[in-house]
């Protein structure tokens, strides 16, 4: 079975994204953490070795409609796993049932999906859920972490012809096949160019290097030297001293007078064909009140550039795999 299009609301919760779906029949509701850079779908189930808590109820494997206990799955992230079986189910997104959706079944997860119990995997492969659904295209429109409103995930076909719609190539690397790699040439600070090493941003020989995109979190992560670059031009135009707030989690902060008025230089991204300026809420955070603003951009610590949420935030990311192109808008998500 398949479909022109599917579409369900995407939240922002504590520095994270969930979208709500629902398994079996009876549905059992599943909110789960959409993100590009695995293609499994997983959720936690009954009879639990270990479980992290959730506010929805668990899936027990005696109601799923077809399950192979010898197929089995591990999937291992940066802090945990998650492991079970292999089954296949009723899915329910949006409005929609779908049949025969495939999805793993874990009874033992040290991966905490904050808020959610699971996964939506929308990243390239088999078992992720636009090539289940047998769609070739699928965009996504992150809400801000402070907007009180919601974003949209789209499983399907929508109208690409809107004004300020620019697009970049996607770059396959063999070596992990399931990331979406985008080409980035160089970063531009007020008007300023970065002087980045030739090359920086390229997938390297090894597998290593370049830059992927990712929704299941927050804050860019940007290679070294590219972040000190980076950081030193924003001291540089904003004529601030640095403060430091690593304590919250932030790797580049400035302080300035409480409750004045402080210029923030553009940050734009030159892309393969493309130039992406980003509203400032998009990269700074700043706190008038106590005097501190922050970029919401860490030093990568993994050699990989990782375009995350906020960056994302407000901005129509449309993947279209036939033509390997994403395209992107600005938008206001809650009006899509």
Not at 175 to 193: A, E, K
Request: aromatic share 10%.
């Amino acid at each position: 079975m398949t479909f022109s299009s599917l579409t369900a609301k995407i939240e922002s919760v504590d520095g994270g994204y969930l979208v709500k779906h629902a398994i079996g029949t009876p549905a059992v509701p599943f909110l789960a953490s959409p993100t590009t850079v695995t293609n499994l779908i997983w959720t936690q189930c009954e009879p639990c070795e270990h479980c992290f808590n959730h506010t929805t109820p668990i899936y027990s494997t005696s109601f799923i409609h077809s399950c192979n206990p010898d197929c089995r799955y591990k999937k291992r992230y940066i802090v945990g796993f998650s492991k079970g079986a292999m089954g296949t189910e009723t899915f329910t997104i949006g409005n929609n049932s779908v049949p025969g959706i495939a999805f793993g079944c874990g009874n033992s997860n040290t991966f905490v999906v904050s808020h959610g119990s699971g996964i939506v995997g929308l990243g390239r492969g088999p078992q992720y859920l636009v090539y289940q659904l047998g769609i070739r295209k699928f965009s996504y429109c992150l809400p801000h972490y402070d907007d009180e409103s919601n974003g949209r995930l789209l499983l399907g076909y929508e109208d690409e012809h809107q004004n300020s719609i620019q697009s970049t190539p996607l770059v396959l690397n063999p070596s992990n096949s399931s990331f979406y790699y985008l080409t980035l040439h160089g970063i531009t600070v007020g008007s300023t160019r970065l002087l980045t090493p030739e090359g920086m941003f390229k997938v390297r020989k090894d597998g290593g290097g370049g830059l992927i995109i990712n929704t299941s979190s927050m804050f860019t992560a940007l290679e070294q030297p590219a972040f000190e670059l980076l950081k030193d031009e924003f001291k540089s135009q904003l004529k601030l001293p640095f403060s430091d707030q690593s304590f919250l989690g932030y790797d580049a902060c400035f302080s300035f007078e409480p409750k004045s008025n402080v210029e923030v230089p553009k940050l734009i991204y030159h892309f393969d064909g493309a130039d992406l300026e980003l509203p400032v809420k998009n990269y700074m955070v700043v706190d008038s009140e106590n005097g501190v603003m922050c970029l919401v951009i860490l030093e990568a610590t993994g050699g990989l550039t990782i375009f995350r949420g906020i960056h994302q935030s407000n901005i129509n990311m449309m993947l279209d795999l036939e033509r390997e192109v994403l395209s992107f808008v600005p938008a206001q998500c809650k009006e899509l």
